[in-house]
């Protein structure tokens, strides 16, 4: 299929073929035959990538603080090489999609041959959680239901903005969002003004029933006071692009006292408290198609929200817009000022970017007959082999962050073969393919457990199906790398553990820091100590938000499973020697809810060493994130974020070293299982270490006491 792509880098845009996606239980697959082009959203992303860097920097200020707190922390090279390689990672266009089912999940609600629009890209196909995706009614064309989220925009704005029969509302831009919601609140039995700088809109405004208000004549406040006695608006819904904070300002001059205003475009906030404070001004921010938009478990999983707690939905949203052009009150056809076969969508876009007037671009897609897609179309062939002769081949699954950003850069020179690369969408697994030179892209992953020309497989994919994935692949025959964790339960870890030893090939697991220079250098001055070694290791992992699926209980693990894991297997290999017992207590807010990310976990080793791993994600970002104390035999060395270390107590005290730039072992890791996987052993870890590993990685996550830990 073909997927259209944006280089956040460059701006190019690209037609790229990537395999076609499969259902899941809660989701569809659906065959495009229209979608539409949102004229504010991606104009800003085309002109952001066709930017130069200051530009860039320019645009988004918060952005530049975060990568100068990382300079700080981590260095100039680590910062540029993730700046690179996040504006380097060419993204999905589009939320407007409509077409036909083609396969649907047995829990999605959905049936093959459904006529649906959904928020999916620009793609031949596209794939949704049920939550994103609704029925379109008979009389209703694929091109008239293609702008249903951009419809659902608006309707959110509205709802936030109450308005009752018979009120006076200010739409404030004409958009796309803006003529669409003059049509809506019209329907809702609303007296309507329009302002606009642009003649056309502002005919169609007043051609769908509002009275239109030339923003660049001047005195808008006036002519707004003047259309209202005086009263001015009951409510405003900003619905421009703006940098400026004169929409806001001009907005609560016109409003009426108590009345309210809502964003739901984009304009400079630095709002002036007169305005609001003599009239008692309400102000809200409306977050795109409505309740679920940005979580998680709606729109990736499925999850919908009961319909007696929240009656609109993003998807109810959807039904609501789609109700109303079935009735005729919604006609979007004439916002319609391009149309474009789906194979020239550069040229829309240059459209787009460029002086030529347009609103509405639509994108047509064949028609093809065929019922469900061909199996074989979900991989598809990018290049020839390109390594020598009896080079390790390899395949990936999963093709996130991790792997284009960390795992592939390391593995690019080592001479491996690059067989297949998968992930659920297809199209981030296409990106990774023609980036790295993968063979090919998939989204089946019985086409890897099956090749038997494929000897190593990475599990690249989120933490719950570490555990499964690894025994398939093992029982397939292949040695298998694991990012960590192994498993989310010890029965998981049992079970990758019982295929290994079955099946005689080699597992390993993410545990990078072991292998990192500056570890390296700190167990040569280990060796030979002759008293117990005591560990400190603190981790300033930072925030992330609770909705995460990092800290989902059955998606992640937890934050303690998925990442302190690490730092067990560190102090465990700095020791040298099995762990005997592990306490764990985590943190808890004032009312005695468990934290999940703040923890303080130790660990005691048969040899008599111990070790404090103090796990913590409320500390501030500038501070850097990981630093290692060892103290054994009157010296004491210390490892500060991977770039420095520093020794006390030898004969030349306070001698210290700076690493070139930030190294938490990465490439040795992937160097090391390579060369293992080549030569056929001895694995760059024991099994058994691995095993010891991550069943107490296990332990920890899970405190067995009152007070949030326990002895083991």
């Known amino acids: 299929m073909k997927s259209l792509t944006h280089s956040l880098s460059t701006g190019a845009l690209t037609l790229l073929d990537a395999p076609l996606p499969g259902a899941s239980p809660r989701t569809i697959v659906v065959e495009s035959r229209a979608s539409v082009i949102s004229a504010g959203t991606e104009r800003m992303l085309v002109e952001f990538g066709r930017a130069g860097l200051l530009e860039k920097a320019r645009r988004q200020p918060d952005k530049v603080k975060q990568v100068l707190d990382k300079v700080r922390t981590d260095g100039l090279s ?42 999916g890209p620009h793609a031949e196909y596209v794939r949704v959680a ?47 969002i803006g003529l669409l919601a003059v049509q809506l609140l019209r329907a809702n039995g609303c007296r309507v003004l329009g302002i606009d700088r642009d003649a056309v809109r502002l005919a169609l405004a007043e051609r769908f029933g509002a009275l239109a208000i030339d923003g660049s004549a001047g005195d808008t406040v006036a002519r707004v006071l003047a259309h209202t006695n005086d009263a001015g608006a009951d409510a405003v819904l900003l619905t421009l692009a703006s940098d400026s904070n004169e929409p806001v300002h ?26 609001f404070y003599k009239k008692e001004l309400s102000f809200a921010v409306s977050c795109s198609y409505g309740p679920g938009r940005y979580d998680p478990m709606y729109e990736e999983q499925g999850v919908d929200y009961p319909l007696g707690h929240v009656r609109w939905t993003e998807r109810r949203n959807f039904d609501a817009v789609l109700a109303l052009m079935a009735d005729g009150r919604l006609d979007p056809s004439l916002l319609v000022s391009h149309h474009f076969a789906f194979d020239r969508a550069r040229d829309a876009y240059d459209v787009l970017a460029g002086g030529e007037p347009c609103l509405g671009i639509v994108l047509t897609y064949p028609e093809h007959r065929d019922g ?44 491996v073969r690059l067989h297949t690369i998968a992930s659920g969408n297809g199209t981030s697994a296409a990106i990774a393919a023609d980036k790295f030179g993968f063979e090919r892209a998939t989204t089946d992953l019985d086409a890897i457990f099956s090749a038997a020309d494929i000897d190593a497989v990475f599990v690249l994919t989120r933490h719950d199906t570490h555990a499964d994935l690894a025994v398939r692949a093992l029982r397939a025959g292949k040695h298998v790398f694991v990012e960590k964790p192994l498993g989310l339960t010890e029965e998981d870890v ?39 070694l005591a560990t400190v290791i603190t981790v300033n992992a930072g925030a992330i938000p609770r909705d ?23 102090a465990r ?73 520093r020794d006390w107590g030898t004969a030349m005290p306070w001698k210290r070293r700076t690493a070139g730039a930030q190294d938490k072992g990465h490439a040795a890791e992937l160097h090391a299982w390579m060369r293992a996987v080549r030569d056929g052993g001895p694995p760059p870890i024991a099994l058994d270490e691995i095993v010891d590993v991550s069943r107490w990685a296990v332990k920890a996550a899970a405190p067995d006491d009152e007070n949030g830990g326990g002895h083991r």
Request: with cysteine.
């Open 548 to 570: 995460h699926w990092t800290q989902d209980a059955e998606q992640g693990g937890g934050r303690i499973i998925g990442e302190a894991c690490h730092f067990i297997d560190l």
């Open 78 to 119: 680590t910062t540029l090489s993730a700046v690179r390689a996040k504006l380097d990672q060419p993204i999905p266009l589009g939320y407007c999609n409509a077409g036909v089912v083609v396969e649907a999940g047995a829990a999605s609600g959905f049936a093959a041959g459904d006529r649906v629009v959904t928020n």
């Open 494 to 532: 049992e079970r990758v553990a019982d295929a290994a030893q079955e099946n005689g090939r080699m597992l390993m697991v993410g545990f990078n820091r072991r292998f990192a220079p500056l570890t390296a250098e700190l167990q040569r001055k280990l060796a030979g100590r002759g008293g117990p």
């Open 250 to 275: 001009e907005a609560a001059q016109f409003a009426r006292h108590k009345g309210r205003l809502v964003l739901v475009g984009v304009t400079g906030l630095d709002l002036r408290r007169d305005d």
């Open 372 to 415: 469900v897609p061909a199996p074989m179309l979900r991989t598809v062939v990018r290049s020839s082999p390109k390594a020598s002769p009896g080079a390790t081949s390899i395949a990936i699954i999963g093709a996130g962050n991790f792997a284009t950003r960390t795992l592939l850069p390391a593995l690019r020179d080592d001479g």
């Open 130 to 176: 049920r939550t994103l995706a609704a029925r379109i009614p008979d009389g209703v064309s694929f091109e008239c239901a293609a702008f249903t989220p951009v419809a659902a925009i608006g309707l959110q704005g509205i709802r936030l903005a109450a308005p009752t029969l018979g009120e006076t509302v200010v739409v404030y831009g004409l958009g796309l």
């Open 573 to 645: 290999a700095l020791t040298g020697s099995p762990i005997t017992s592990l306490h764990s207590i985590g943190a808890r807010t004032r009312d005695g809810s468990p934290v999940g990310d703040i923890a303080t976990i130790t660990l005691g080793f048969g040899e008599g060493s111990v070790a404090a791993i103090h796990y913590i994600a409320s500390g501030s970002r500038s501070y850097p994130k990981e630093r290692v104390e060892c103290f054994f035999d009157g010296r004491t060395v210390t490892i500060d974020n991977w770039r420095r270390i």
